[in-house]
């Protein structure tokens, strides 16, 4: 793991390309948003606080689930909430909006949410495999 000696945030790869910019205000990114937005994304949070220590980085354009390194992120959308994790490996869903290979063990999954109730098992188990995945790059 390497920290940013300019804004101090860790990053899984040693001079990891990022922009240094301070944290927002995480109520920020839900103004103007429907009231289910922030319902959807507090219940992810929930879900993925019962796996382990993680830190939600409210960043300019997106919020970003972190541990060890970045292996999900939301963005707000006036009545669904945008995001994806980022898995070992591809896998298939017709709830993934898109998929995108990185590199070797860096598959980005796309989707949406538009209510609490999709925070199902599926999309629990997603974010049980992209933290596990996350969590090899915490050291100590």
């Not at 001079?15 to 990114?29: F, G, I, K, M, V």
């Not at 839900?30 to 980085?57: I, M, Q, S, Y």
Request: glycine share 4%; hydrophobic share 45%.
């Amino acid at each position: 793991m390497w920290v940013c000696v300019r804004c101090g945030r860790d990053f899984a790869n040693r001079n990891q390309t990022h922009t240094c910019a301070p944290l927002h205000e995480l109520d920020d990114h839900f103004a103007g948003k429907a009231v289910v937005v922030r319902e959807t994304f507090d219940r992810v949070v929930e879900e993925v606080r019962r796996l382990g220590p993680v830190d939600v980085l409210s960043e300019k354009t997106r919020i970003a689930l972190h541990h060890g390194m970045s292996f999900a992120a939301f963005v707000p959308r006036k009545n669904w909430l945008d995001g994806h994790v980022v898995l070992a490996e591809r896998l298939e869903s017709p709830r993934f909006r898109r998929i995108d290979v990185y590199s070797v063990g860096n598959v980005v999954h796309v989707f949406r949410l538009a209510d609490p109730v999709e925070v199902d098992a599926e999309f629990v188990a997603w974010l049980v495999t992209a933290y596990r995945k996350a969590a090899r790059h915490v050291t100590g």
